[in-house]
């Protein structure tokens, strides 16, 4: 296995950390990183303009996917504008472990 380090591009975030990916080395195409990569992310491949090698290199074929090495950073740049019609952050009480009644403690 390529384990692989992806991100979606969101500059206006302060946090916005690394997954890790695994892909087969049998089947290391554009197709399978875009693909493994927006199922794990929960994006629309349809929305992807294009992968980057960070710092700065756009990935464009097959070739370019075979030449990644373990632990390499790449990020997903999105076509939509507003980033927040694909992916929602879960508020404070959508998130598991969240008790209301804790929260309104006075001390």
């Not at 890790?20 to 197709?31: F, H, N, V």
């Not at 491949?45 to 030449?67: F, G, S, W």
């Not at 990644?68 to 694909?86: A, G, M, P, R, Y």
């Amino acid at each position: 296995e390529l384990v692989l380090k992806v991100r979606i591009q969101t500059p206006n975030l302060r946090e916005n950390d690394f997954i890790e990916i695994e892909l087969d080395r049998q089947e290391l195409t554009y197709k399978e990183l875009l693909r493994v990569s927006c199922h794990e992310l929960g994006v629309n491949p349809e929305h992807v303009q294009k992968i980057r090698k960070l710092p700065n290199t756009m990935l464009r074929k097959d070739k370019d996917v075979a030449r990644l090495q373990d632990f390499q950073e790449l990020e997903l740049v999105l076509t939509v504008s507003d980033k927040n019609l694909l992916f929602r952050v879960p508020t404070l009480s959508e998130q598991s472990g969240y008790n209301k009644k804790a929260s309104e403690l006075t001390y």
